[in-house]
């Protein structure tokens, strides 16, 4: 195992400039010549399983991209969580409103702005192998990660949960027969600790091997509230996670992975700040403060979850070649986040407030059961196949309260899910270049809302929808280092309850489902004798019954709703290069354009910012058809570089850094002068020493720096009551020390 990113390592994130793009897809021969040396460094090949079978990224008809736990280290060691990944990788943002919890992705600019427990989203969060459908179980810590895979567009076939946009699937290190293992302690500004450890290994020869993985971080309140005269009074966090892993190999025709998980998190949730935009404007103003928010509340925005799960992948490999698999999982947890959501206070605001909101919403006893099967043909023929199953039950309740309470009243909802698919997937090899592949699925998903504790009268509610998904695609091989893929895609996301306006005395609303087509062409290659990786996509996609969320206004509603479609179109790059044997660089690059299309859509807007959206029939409400996806970057820019000096005995003197740059994003659904970003970046810096002691140990001490230029960029806002808005994290500055087991 290595302990930090290599420079012979080809998972990195991706990342550059357009131009940097171009020179490296048109013109290799300027930065081969840029070199002192000739380079005899070659990218690794990259395994995926997006196709549920083990296969070389560059061999796949789809656009993804896969990133290695090693590669997350540099984002993660600061205390990032998991929406780190935003504008790392091409088409895939992300943000929350909710803290360390419920992260809301977007892939190609779908996805879902609703910041309520229950929100459908249309990204597909898979955690070895076990679909995390709740927002609060897709925020699981990263730690003793072994990849990230992004398989961008539909997904509907093989992966069935709401896949309209795409899927981000995350595989931890599994055990092994040899010991290996890692502790790895970083320090920095604001108390910010990050302790993680594994270790693995056999327990009895070529029987049994297991794996033990732990994460500890943790960061001091550093925010003060000026209202109430508190210092350090949030902005902090405690989290502690961990999984054990056995491996069970009684024999060549079987094995089982068996995986229990665990995460407690005690901290603050999003951080509010009132008025931190001037109307007809969206830059940062003088009223807001890094270090200091003006909340009349005392509680401060406190936050806490806990969860746990269990799962068991078993596989029979039969003596035909064939493999059954099941995969059953069991998840649950619990929690809440209490928010200051109007920002400050009445009295010295900052700005106008018209009124206190706080608000306190809790998920309990959420349990969620899968359990699928699979039974695929071998890989080593011209025609392969797999078909399967798959279940899904999950049950929570929602509780919405005010402060001490008040208003809102309490009131406490319970979703029911269950769903039920079939599919089936074909592959055949024509000739020698030549691939085509199909695949069909079936699938039946039911909700249902009952109304638990609650002064409000609920009716209960149910939906329910069946729909077929699939995908077709054709691969050809070029020669050796070229190919080129065409796919068409059918994803669906079933119908969605919305609750939480019930607490405010307003019915539940309801979606219907949502299907996406999307088509995609692409290239990929290994130029320059395989020191070089570029493969690009051009997408075009249409979502008929688009589901959205009508979040805030005037009003404070979230109701859910339709649009007649939704269309997306662009291109993503991916690119890698060894410039010397010391040099690797990363690039990436993905332009976006969506587009709401229904003439009749109207939503609520905020009364206090600048719209631009027209109301013509003078009703309240604003007509957004035209209007882009909300929190869909036009384009991302990022770029990695490491460059190693050799020191003698295996070690080495290292530089990496990693940057994003995030082009105009809308904030809602509406568009205004204020609730929009432009220009956001960030940047990393990581200089140190990587080092060989005897006996197969490997170490490293850096001195990182996260958002090394301190910068303030506007993520989100909350528009009913003032021109709200949340920022990026700080800037972190620390040491780091890792040594591993190899």
């Known amino acids: 195992m290595t302990f930090a990113p290599s420079a012979r390592k080809s998972l990195q994130l991706a990342g550059v400039s357009a131009l940097a793009l171009s020179a490296l897809a048109i013109t290799p021969s300027v930065a081969v010549a840029q070199s002192e040396t000739p380079s005899g460094s070659t990218i690794e090949t990259i395994i995926v399983t997006t196709t549920r079978r083990e296969e070389n990224l560059q061999d796949i008809a789809n656009s993804v991209t896969a990133v290695s736990g090693e590669a997350l280290t540099p984002l993660t060691e600061g205390g990032a969580d998991i929406l780190t990944l935003a504008a790392r990788i091409p088409s895939v943002y992300a943000e929350s409103s909710n803290g360390r919890v419920a ?18 989203q249309p990204v ?111 902005g902090g966090y405690e989290e502690q996670a961990g999984r054990a892993q056995l491996l069970f190999t009684p024999n060549e025709s079987f094995d089982a992975l068996l995986n229990v998980h665990a995460r407690s998190l005690v901290g603050t949730s999003a951080v509010f700040r009132a008025n931190i935009l001037t109307p007809g404007s969206n830059a940062l103003n003088g009223n807001f403060v890094r270090d200091e928010v003006y909340y009349d509340s005392t509680f401060n925005n406190p936050q806490a979850y806990d969860s746990w799960g269990t799962s068991a992948a078993l596989n029979l490999y039969t003596d ?274 969506t587009e709401l299309q229904d003439n009749a859509l109207e939503v609520g807007v905020c009364s206090q910012c600048t719209v631009l959206d027209p109301d013509a029939d003078l009703d309240g409400f604003h007509e957004v058809d035209g209007n882009p996806f909300p929190q869909a970057p036009d384009y991302i820019l990022s770029f990695t570089a490491r460059y190693a000096i050799p020191a003698g005995n295996g070690g080495e003197w290292f530089a990496y850094t990693d940057w994003y740059y995030q082009g105009r994003t809308n904030l809602f659904l509406y568009e205004s002068e204020e609730f929009y970003s432009d220009g956001n970046f960030e940047g990393g810096l990581r200089v140190g020493y990587a080092g060989e002691l005897s006996g197969g140990q490997n170490y490293e001490v850096a001195l990182f720096a996260r958002n090394i230029t301190d910068e303030e960029n506007l993520v989100g806002g909350i528009d009913f009551n003032n021109n709200t808005g949340f920022v990026n994290e700080p800037r972190i500055v620390g040491a780091s020390f890792r040594a591993s087991l190899n």
Request: charged share 20%; glycine share 10%.
């Open 103 to 120: 992260p809301r992705f977007y892939i190609r600019g779908l996805g879902n702005t609703d910041f309520d427990l229950a929100a459908s």
């Open 124 to 234: 597909s969060v898979i955690m070895d192998n076990v679909v995390m459908e709740n927002v609060i179980l897709k925020s699981f810590p990263l730690f003793d990660v072994a990849q990230v895979e992004v398989a961008r567009g539909p997904q509907g076939t093989l992966f069935g949960r709401n896949t309209t946009a795409g899927t981000i699937k995350f595989d931890s290190v599994r055990p092994t027969q040899d010991t290996d293992g890692y502790v790895s302690l970083a320090v920095g500004s604001y108390g910010t600790t990050n302790l993680e450890a594994a270790l693995g290994g056999a327990l009895v020869e070529d029987v049994l091997s297991a794996r033990l993985s732990v994460l500890s971080q943790r960061r001091d309140d550093w925010i003060d509230n000026g209202f109430t005269g508190e210092n350090n009074a949030l």
């Open 320 to 593: 035909g070649g064939l493999t059954l698999t099941s995969i059953t999982a069991y998840e649950t947890a619990d929690g809440y986040s209490l928010g200051d959501i109007d920002g400050g206070n009445l009295v010295t605001g900052p700005g106008i407030i018209p009124f206190p909101s706080e608000t306190q919403d809790g998920i309990d006893s959420l349990e969620q059961i899968t359990q699928e099967f699979r039974l695929a043909s071998s890989d080593d023929q011209a025609t392969t196949w797999q078909v399967g199953a798959y279940y899904f039950q999950s049950e929570f309740d929602i509780t919405t309260v005010g402060p001490n309470g008040g208003f809102p009243p309490s009131t406490t909802v319970r979703h029911d899910n269950n769903l039920w698919s079939a599919f089936g997937q074909l592959s055949h090899q024509v000739n020698d270049n030549l691939q085509l592949s199909g695949g069909l699925r079936f699938t039946h998903d039911a909700k249902e809302l009952v109304g638990v504790v609650t002064s409000i009268p609920v009716t209960p509610v149910s939906v329910s929808d069946d729909q077929f998904s699939w995908d077709l695609s054709a691969y050809y091989d070029l020669d050796d280092r070229q190919a080129v893929f065409a796919r068409l895609a059918r994803g669906f996301r079933g119908p969605s309850i919305q609750a939480r306006d019930v607490a405010f005395f307003n019915p539940p609303s309801i979606a219907d489902s949502e299907t996406s087509t999307s088509f995609e062409l692409g290239y990929k290659s290994e130029p320059l004798d395989g020191r070089a990786r570029f493969n690009a996509t051009a997408f075009y996609y249409q979502v008929d019954d688009l589901q959205l969320s009508a979040v805030g206004g005037a009003g404070n509603l979230v109701q859910l709703i339709n649009a007649d479609r939704g269309v997306g179109y662009g291109f993503e790059i991916d690119s890698e290069i060894f410039v010397t044997d010391n040099l690797f660089i990363t690039a990436g690059f993905s332009w976006n354009e």
